[in-house]
């Protein structure tokens, strides 16, 4: 007894301790798969913070190939104090020192000099020999945002967007110059000349029908249809969503004006000298504080454009800009430079055609695809005033039934109804035979067996008449049921003859009234695209 005692005391002890030790191995599991975890994701912080200081070290060194370049610095903070001030219409601050070989410097006076309405010919000249592409950027959107449009000429312009990529990929600046285009910076001329360089670029059977087509509503004729007419009255109904479309955008009565966000922002303020490390802070603040305008804002491009620099320090200033990103552990993309690629044009146009929200990138961009769209639209108008048939035919089994405006070929409907009645309710031999027999064979059993020899014979031929009578029923129910059938085919066909005949007349009848239509659609269309 005392031995079994032990015993199971000593089974209960290992059960126990197998427990604890099946815990503690699930314990560790889930430490190492969490030790594991904050491995990786101390690995990942030491190799960001390593990459961030690594980058701190060169900005560092950097910082010092910039201190000779300070006069120019200088120009930059000038620069954009020059526009606050224009924007805000408060006093220009102080001229700096000019800066020997920087397109800038001649710039900044040309645009002070256009804005008081005394263009200075020389210091334009001077901008455009030392980086004519970059001071035409530079005049043609800053213009734009003070509100001084009429003072863009086309030739800046012509030169500041360019010629989009063979791929029809556009650079952020021609984008920005496209957008700023389209809100009115550049006035009328200005916003022709983007629209034939990105009609250009634009794919001419990039769908565009079926992309406006979205952006307009219409409503189907609730009336009678014929299969026969579908195409033309789907095209019909097309041309009315098209032109509603076109009217939709076009309405619009806010893009007939410049967009008052295209106005340079007037909160910004950097007054900071390279001698004031203090104020140099300040600045620096301000300007990383400053709103956040879209990617397409003129004012976000002009202050990317001031911040590229002069040529020799344009490279050092890039991969400052690069720097700074990793240090921060802002994406290095952020660091944007004027040649980024901004999508390709199709894309844009697909993206602006569908902004409800945005009616100047809306209108510009159905300016630019209206040539494109235009012979697709004929198209459709052509197929919507296709003459309608004279007849159309109604299958009816074997039988087709040519129908007319004044109803149905009656020999045709004859014959199909003839068909349909003759074989209806038609009984065969095999399926008389079978309830006649019964009723025979029942008689014969209750008659002849029933009285010769047991009256359970008389009972057996009444269940089997019975069954027999049953069959017969339900023979007659099966033939009514195939006449009624029959009868109601019958009228279905005649009532869709009777509503194709209808349709057909009402169809006849209206195409004066639906060929007037199609013309006003296509019209007002034509109209709207080309003008």
């Not at 099946?22 to 190492?32: C, D, I, K, N, T």
């Not at 009616?359 to 296709?386: D, F, I, K």
Request: with cysteine; proline share 4%; charged share 25%.
């Amino acid at each position: 007894m005392s031995d079994w005692w032990t015993e199971r005391k000593q089974n209960q002890q290992l059960s126990n301790l197998e427990s604890e030790m099946s815990y503690a191995r699930q314990e560790a599991s889930s430490l190492r798969s969490q030790l594991s975890r904050i491995q990786g994701s101390l690995q990942s912080r030491v190799d960001s913070m390593s990459r961030a200081f690594d980058a701190f070290v060169e900005l560092s060194d950097l910082r010092h190939e910039t201190a000779g370049f300070v006069a120019a610095a200088e120009l930059r903070r000038y620069a954009t104090r020059v526009l606050s001030a224009m924007a805000s219409g408060t006093e220009l601050p102080e001229p700096v020192a000019p800066v020997a070989r920087y397109w800038l410097s001649p710039a900044t006076q040309a645009l002070i000099s256009l804005h008081a309405a005394t263009p200075d010919e020389q210091a334009i000249s001077a901008a455009m020999e030392l980086d004519q592409r970059r001071t035409s950027i530079y005049l043609s959107l800053a213009l734009a945002v003070l509100g001084q449009r009429h003072q863009v000429q086309n030739e800046w312009l012509d030169v500041a967007f360019g010629v989009p990529a063979a791929d029809g990929t556009l650079t952020r600046v021609q984008r920005v110059l496209w957008t700023t285009a389209a809100r009115g910076g550049f006035g009328a001329d200005g916003l022709e000349l983007v629209v034939k360089r990105l009609q250009s670029a634009a794919s001419p059977d990039g769908g565009w029908l079926s992309r406006l087509e979205i952006r307009g509503s219409s409503s189907r004729s609730n009336g009678p249809r014929l299969k026969a007419t579908e195409e033309q009255d789907e095209a019909a109904y097309r041309l009315s969503r098209i032109r509603n479309a076109v009217e939709t955008i076009l309405g619009n009565t806010e893009a007939r004006e410049p967009d008052p966000d295209l106005n340079y922002p007037e909160t910004r303020k950097t007054d900071s000298t390279p001698d004031d490390t203090k104020s140099s802070r300040r600045g620096a603040k301000a300007s990383a504080e400053a709103e956040k305008e879209p990617e397409d804002s003129a004012a976000a491009m002009l202050r990317l454009l001031i911040s590229e620099g002069s040529e020799p320090e344009r490279e050092t200033l890039a991969r400052i800009a690069v720097l700074r990103a990793r240090v921060s552990g802002a994406a290095e993309s952020e660091a944007q430079t004027l040649d980024d690629s901004a999508g390709t044009v199709d894309a844009l146009l697909t993206e602006d055609l569908g902004l409800s929200s945005d009616p100047h990138l809306s209108t510009a961009a159905l300016r630019v695809v209206g040539p494109l769209v235009l012979p697709a639209v004929e198209t459709v108008a052509r197929t919507a005033e296709l003459p309608a048939p004279s007849e159309v035919s109604i299958e009816s089994g074997v039988h087709t039934i040519t129908v007319r405006a004044d109803g149905p070929d009656q020999l045709e409907l004859g014959k199909a109804t003839s068909s349909l009645t003759a074989s209806a309710g038609v009984t065969t031999t095999g399926q008389r035979a079978t309830p006649i027999a019964l009723l025979v064979g029942g008689a014969v059993v209750a008659i002849g067996l029933g009285l010769l020899l047991h009256w359970f014979w008389i009972v057996v031929g009444l269940v089997v008449m019975a069954f027999g009578l049953n069959s017969y029923v339900k023979l007659r129910g099966a033939v009514n049921a195939d006449k009624t059938r029959a009868a109601g085919e019958v009228t279905t066909l005649n009532e869709r003859c009777a509503t194709t005949a209808t349709a057909l007349a009402t169809y006849l009848n209206n195409t004066d009234a639906r060929k007037a239509a199609i013309a006003e659609d296509l019209a007002t269309i034509r109209h709207q695209l080309t003008t």
